[in-house]
């Protein structure tokens, strides 16, 4: 006897409705994106109890006749594809006809549609668990109101899931920032409970998200711009600063459709490498425009994740569009030192016009194939000067010549922190994080240089070794050698160390070679400047002034001088903050 058997209808779409409804915010997505698709020029959405017993979405779109009213709510029935080769150009939300059907078989849905201009009879269909129960004609404006009510009355297992009406509602938003942020050009309104959430007019795209996200991102924003045969790139980016606890202000839209992609979420991140903290992250707005047919849409029922065919290039596009952009403004903070009356902007640079970013170190400089050619440098301005001292660029030397006539009023606390004061307030620098932070980009430029000066010490240093480990350590071997390390000896089971970089400090020699070792994630395949950067991160750790040490005046001064010399001045290499300002206007508010 066969056991096989066809599901009912019914079964089959509750178990559909699993995939495509998972809570009320999934019923917004699928109602609104379909309005979105029927061209309407205004959309209403209004929820009650976070939509666990309402949620409404009533637009001015195209519209369905009698027989599509008839027709939508069965399972894979769709306006928006006729055939398999649709699937590769399509510009609609939706076609995978499954949204309707899913819906009405978990709530109780009614539809009131209307194809006509004016106000004239339409039809309404009433709908229980996926059941007919009514079919009318009403007088209706044109477009299309579906309202949903008591979602999941049939699966108590789900309604029990459902969270809290603050969790359900700050998922609803979620949904209606990505569909209203992309759709700038419709006109949105949501009202929750009866309180009107959002009234957004038809707007240009800059404008609404400073409706969403309020007036206060209005200078937060930096534009991205990028075309390219393979892609076009257009939108914003919060300045590092203003970057976020949460992920709640990431959005990419590709083709005009909201999707996470967590590899291009991670081309934004290495945008942003250096310029925020570690546990915070980037706020970034962007439509990306590619090619109908270079995208798969079809591989998630959400439709929220797409594959690209050139996964790799718009990566690269991505990234590099990002950093040229925060390059162009400028992300260095805006402290004026006022202990002096002649110099009411000491850093040059605060008042020169917003450049591309000097790359003043060769990321592609490979020392592996180098060692023994003179290395060009494209981009070279400054001759380095391996003092002992902080001071490393000419660049501020004159304003550092001011600053010495003047006494540099600072001071230390507890031997860790440099306090000193500014226009804007008292500035709380954390010594040993500001001292790595300039120590890391010196040793950065010291990778492209060509030759680097040496430290002879005067007794050799052996350290012992496995033969993984010696394997594991022969990578750094050269790029150590151009940073000015001597080996007398790379053995097979130790190493013997006869120079090093004069800033190292030679008792921490050991420490510095079990912590490459600890750091195991460079290996021959990474680029080279993934191993650069670990050594300079390495390199400014073993070599920085302690946060117990007592520094004088003038190394203090030198201290916070070279520090916002730096191409970022935030954050130290490990990415934690460097420096706080306690403002004046902080100051007057406690008194
Ligand atoms: P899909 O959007 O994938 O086509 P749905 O189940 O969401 O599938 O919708 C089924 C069909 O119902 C759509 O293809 C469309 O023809 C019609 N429809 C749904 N919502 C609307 C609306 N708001 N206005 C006009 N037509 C609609
Ligand atoms: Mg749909």
Do not use: W
């Amino acid at each position: 006897m066969s056991v096989i058997k066809l599901l009912p209808d019914s079964v089959a779409n509750q178990i559909a409705a699993g995939e495509v409804v998972q809570r009320p915010s999934s019923v917004v997505k699928e109602l609104l994106e379909n309005s979105v698709d029927s061209g309407a020029k205004t959309i209403r959405l209004i929820i009650k109890d976070a939509g666990k017993t309402l949620i409404h979405v009533l637009d001015d779109g195209i519209g369905m006749n009698k027989d599509d009213l008839k027709k939508c709510f069965f399972r894979h029935t769709t306006s928006k594809i006729r055939n398999s080769k649709d699937l590769y150009s399509l510009k609609t939300m939706g076609f995978r006809g499954e949204a309707l059907s899913s819906i009405a078989s978990v709530s109780h849905m009614s539809i009131i549609s209307n194809q006509e201009n004016t106000k004239s009879l339409g039809y309404e269909i009433k709908l229980e668990g996926g059941e007919e129960k009514l079919f009318n004609e009403v007088i209706s404006s044109k477009g299309t109101s579906i309202s949903v009510k008591n979602l999941f009355f049939n699966i108590p297992a789900r309604r029990n899931f459902l969270k809290s009406d603050n969790v359900e509602l700050k998922h609803i938003i979620d949904e209606f920032h990505r569909i209203s942020l992309i759709n700038h050009e419709i006109n949105f309104i949501f009202i929750n409970n009866d309180n009107e959430l959002f009234n957004l007019s038809k707007s240009i795209f800059k404008e609404r998200i400073i409706r969403i996200f309020g007036n206060s991102s209005k200078q937060k924003l930096i534009p991205i711009n990028e075309e390219t045969d393979l892609a076009k790139i257009k939108g914003f980016v919060f300045k590092p600063e203003y970057s976020r606890k949460t992920r709640s202000a990431q959005f990419f839209f590709v083709n005009n459709r909201f999707i996470k992609n967590s590899h291009l979420n991670h081309a934004v991140k290495t945008a942003f490498e250096g310029l925020i903290q570690d546990k915070l992250y980037p706020s970034y707005f962007l439509k990306i425009n590619v090619p109908l047919n270079s995208i798969d849409v079809n591989i998630h029922p959400n439709k929220t994740e797409i594959k690209f065919d050139n996964d790799q290039s718009i990566y690269a596009i991505l990234k590099s569009s990002i950093k040229h952009s925060l390059g162009q403004f400028n992300i260095a903070p805006t402290i004026d030192f006022d202990n002096n009356i002649n110099l009411n902007t000491p850093y040059s640079y605060r008042n020169k016009d917003a450049s591309i970013p000097k790359v003043d170190y060769n990321q592609a400089f490979n020392p592996f194939d180098n060692l023994n050619k003179p290395v060009s440098l494209k981009t070279k301005d400054f001759e380095i000067t391996n003092s002992k001292d902080f001071v490393k660029t000419d660049q501020f030397k004159n304003e550092l010549e001011i600053l010495k006539t003047n006494s540099f009023p600072s001071f230390q606390l507890k031997s860790k922190y440099i306090i000193t004061k500014t226009s804007a307030g008292i500035l709380i620098i954390n010594q040993k994080r500001a001292h790595q932070r300039i120590l890391y980009e010196n040793f950065l430029k010291d990778l492209s240089n060509k030759t680097n000066p040496v430290q002879t010490l005067l007794f050799p240093i052996k350290l012992d070794f496995n033969s993984e480990e010696i394997r594991m350590l022969n990578l750094l071997e050269a790029p150590l050698v151009h940073l000015g390390f001597k080996f007398n000896n790379f053995g097979s089971d130790n190493i013997e160390i006869s120079g090093i970089h004069p800033f190292l400090n030679q008792k921490n020699i050991n420490e510095l070679f079990q912590d490459f070792l600890r750091n195991k994630d460079y290996n021959q395949d990474s680029a080279v400047h993934t191993l650069n950067d670990l050594i300079a991160k390495l390199l400014s750790k073993y070599s920085s002034i302690s946060s117990n040490e007592n520094i004088n005046v003038k190394l203090q001064e030198s201290l916070v001088n070279d520090l916002f010399a730096c191409k970022d001045p935030n954050v130290s290499p490990f990415g934690k903050l460097i420096f706080k300002l306690i403002s004046l206007e902080e100051i007057i508010k406690i008194f």
